[in-house]
């Protein structure tokens, strides 16, 4: 079973740029899609950026794509969110998952695990 300990939140003025980290532990780090999510205030989970397993696909949310770019070093078994151009909308706790034998969901939680969170607040 794999853990995940994000890093890298923090506060940014609007149109700053900041680098999220997912440590994984345990597991073998290539076997699991990896991905991101975020939770603003008084909003739902949702989606924001996933990755395949050797980090070639990607996928993205409408509201961060060209803002934001996921990337994967399987050697180090880490995944990094690079978001740039934030804005206050972007403001959230965001989260690390990995899934075993698919594409981390948003609507799933079967073989996927979740990092504790890291906060991102972005002040106009």
């Known amino acids: 079973q794999v853990q995940l300990v994000e890093s890298g939140g923090g506060l940014v003025q609007a149109g700053g740029s900041l680098r999220l980290s997912c440590a994984a532990s345990g597991g073998t780090f290539s076997q699991y899609f990896m991905g991101w999510f975020r939770r603003a205030p008084g909003k739902e989970r949702e989606f924001v950026a996933r990755t395949g397993l050797s980090g070639f696909t990607k996928y993205y949310a409408d509201s961060v794509k060209g803002r934001f770019t996921i990337s994967r070093d399987n050697a180090k078994k880490m995944v990094h969110l690079q978001m740039n151009t934030l804005n206050p909308e972007d403001t959230a706790i965001y989260y690390c998952?990995?899934?075993?034998?698919?594409?981390?969901?948003?609507?799933?939680?079967?073989?996927?695990?979740w990092g504790q969170g890291t906060q991102v607040t972005v002040s106009s």
């Open positions: 998952a990995a899934r075993q034998f698919a594409p981390v969901s948003a609507t799933s939680d079967e073989n996927q695990y």
